[in-house]
Each structure stands twice: as C-alpha cells, then as structure tokens.
C-alpha cells in the first residue's frame, strides 16, 4: 500500500507532464481544481456502478458494504480537493486503488474483473489531473 503511495508522490512531477498529452476516460482536461473534482466523481461513478460480491466467487448477492467504503473514499477525496490538500486527496485515491486490487486479487474475487479495472484506470486519471494542479 505505501509503495503505491510512495510511487504516485514521485510520479505526480511526471504525470503532470504528461497530463496534457494523455486523454482521460472522459476526455475531461486537467486545468482546475473544478477539473480534479469531476475525475474524482468519475472515479465514484465507476465505484457506484460496479459489481461486489459478498463473499466472491459464486455468490450472486452484492455487496453494500465494500462499495459503501470505496465511495466514501472518494467523497473524503473529494472534500481533501475542495480544501486544497492534494497530498491527503491522492492518499484517499492510493487506498481506493489498494482495495481495489485487494478485492479484485482475493482468493475468492469479490469485485468484478472489469469493473475492477475501470475503477482503477479513473483512480489513475484522477491522480494525474491532480497531478497537474
């Protein structure tokens, strides 16, 4: 988990380089902090609309519980962003990210696949707009 954060902090001088030249999952630009925010929702709305499983594998009931954690990570992201504090706000976005991979690496997967790496293709985006803050 650290790694991933320390990796994001040293990458963020070059990912707001590259911002820029790179198009987002919503072709949205990187220019203001409004901008950061909405790729931050983005990331909510790829949490919102994916499938949990409660127990992985088999199970066909979805899981409130998982999801509810990860959009309420999103939404403390969110607020981090309005407050200026960038650092906290990717912090927030490294632990989505991690749990992500968690869910999705569990012996039993309790997130769909693709729904998986949606998330964390958006959770990356986000980074690089804040990035470019």
Same mark, same amino acid.
């Given at each position: $988990?650290?790694? @991933? ?5 040293? $990458? $963020?001088?070059? @990912?707001? +380089? ?10 949205? %630009?990187?220019?203001?902090?409004? /901008? %950061?925010?909405?790729?931050? *929702?983005?990331? !909510? *709305?790829m949490i919102m609309t994916a499938y949990f ?6 199970? &066909?009931?979805?899981?409130?519980? /998982?999801?509810? &954690?990860?959009? +309420?990570?999103?939404? *403390? %992201?969110?607020?981090?962003l309005k407050a200026y504090k960038y650092d906290?706000?990717?912090?927030? +976005?490294?632990?989505?990210? /991690? ?12 997130? /769909? ?7 964390? !293709? %958006? ?6 707009c804040i990035g470019a803050q």
């Amino acid at each position: $988990m650290k790694q @991933l954060r320390t990796i994001i902090k040293i $990458m $963020m001088p070059v @990912l707001a +380089l590259a911002v820029p030249f790179a198009a987002s999952a919503h072709d949205e %630009a990187c220019v203001s902090k409004s /901008d %950061a925010i909405t790729h931050v *929702e983005y990331v !909510d *709305e790829m949490i919102m609309t994916a499938y949990f499983t409660e127990s992985g594998g088999g199970s &066909r009931k979805t899981s409130t519980s /998982d999801k509810d &954690r990860l959009h +309420l990570k999103a939404m *403390e %992201a969110i607020e981090k962003l309005k407050a200026y504090k960038y650092d906290n706000a990717v912090d927030k +976005l490294s632990d989505i990210y /991690d749990k992500v991979v968690a869910l999705d690496g569990a012996k039993k997967v309790k997130i /769909d696949p693709d729904d998986a790496g949606a998330i964390n !293709d %958006a959770v990356i985006y986000a980074v690089e707009c804040i990035g470019a803050q």
